[in-house]
């Protein structure tokens, strides 16, 4: 079992960075693949990014790929999310997700793929 929270949501002007952390319980966090997804209102939850259990490997979704870096430090249990040039259109709900895993591909971009899930932080970016 996994549990996961997210924090550092806020409020940003467009054009400025913000970065969101997820802290996850357990001592297998290195057995785990991550996942960030968004949900904005009124809208489905969308993939932003995904890294391999090492942190070696890395995807994006090509709305954030450029802007925004997925990070993870296996020795704090925490994964990170850096977001940078935000947009209006970021604005949403961000969670993370987990699953034992060794490997990923770009498969690990549903919700399907993931069996633990963080409850979400906001992100606000003000025009």
């Known amino acids: 079992q996994v549990q996961l929270v997210e924090s550092g949501g806020g409020l940003v002007q467009a054009g400025g960075s913000l970065s969101v952390s997820c802290a996850a319980s357990?001592?297998?966090?290195?057995?785990?693949?991550m996942g960030w997804f968004r949900q904005a209102p009124g809208k489905e939850r969308e993939f932003v990014g995904a890294?391999?259990?090492?942190?070696?490997?890395?995807y994006y979704s090509d709305s954030v790929k450029g802007r925004f870096t997925i990070s993870r430090d296996n020795a704090k249990n925490t994964i990170y999310l850096q977001m940078n040039s935000l947009k209006p259109e970021d604005t949403a709900v961000y969670c993370c997700?987990?699953?034992?895993?060794?490997?990923?591909?770009?498969?690990?971009?549903?919700?399907?793929?993931?069996?633990?899930w963080g409850q979400g932080t906001q992100v606000t970016v003000s025009s």
């Open positions: 890294i391999s259990k090492s942190g070696r490997t890395t």
């Open positions: 997700a987990a699953v034992r895993t060794a490997y990923i591909s770009n498969t690990y971009s549903t919700e399907r793929s993931y069996d633990y």
């Open positions: 357990g001592r297998t966090f290195s057995s785990y693949a």
